[in-house]
């Protein structure tokens, strides 16, 4: 008896041990950025850890505080292989800025845009297998008119991809009513 038990609990710990994650073709670093003055930037930023897997990516954003509860102008950032998150660092790139009001948005949104870009499916079905999105920032931008309102941008480096990204990001926040995009180079 007391050996197929635990042969039993031996069994159900490997097959939860070898349960296999959804890893990410790169590895993603978190860092969160309060709202600061331009020269306490790199001093105020908080260095949070890599993710390298899709549920790493989730129970992280699981983890912190709803973004629309930071303060206004926090920011919570992802960047592949720890590119540095600053506008210096994409030379010419562009930044496709989604604008969300509410919390139901952001939620959604926010899970899009990890799927599209942290999970690669941008850089399969549009960009040939490049990967010129390096980074995804999520800000609360909360209003007067809208408290909850959050910013996620996504950063990419120069790319002959731009318009077809643009177009699939449109068609990916499209099913989500009130949610609007701009696209602007970095200068």
């Known amino acids: 008896m007391a050996d197929s038990s635990s042969t039993t609990t031996t069994a159900v710990e490997e097959s939860s041990t070898t349960t296999p994650l959804h890893p990410l073709k790169d590895k993603w670093f978190v860092f969160y950025i309060p709202a600061s003055k331009a020269g306490e930037y790199e001093h105020e930023t908080k260095e949070l850890g890599y993710v390298s897997s899709i549920e790493e990516v989730y129970g992280t954003i699981n983890t912190l505080p709803p973004i629309t509860l930071l303060p206004n102008d926090d920011n919570i950032v992802f960047a ?3 590119i540095e998150p600053q506008y210096e660092s994409f ?4 930044r496709f800025s989604i604008f969300c009001k509410t919390k139901a948005q952001c939620r959604e949104a926010t899970t899009y845009v990890v799927a599209v870009v942290l999970g690669e499916s941008m850089s399969r079905e549009v960009c040939k297998g490049e990967s010129p999105c390096d ?3 999520i800000g609360h931008k909360g209003s007067a008119m809208y408290k909850d309102s959050v910013r996620i941008e996504i950063w990419a480096h120069q790319s002959p991809h731009t318009a077809a990204m643009e177009k699939h990001l449109t068609s990916i926040i499209s099913s989500i009513p009130g949610i609007s995009m701009s696209v602007r180079p970095f200068k």
């Open 80 to 82: 592949r292989n720890k």
């Open 91 to 94: 030379p010419n790139g562009m």
């Open 135 to 137: 980074i995804v920032r």
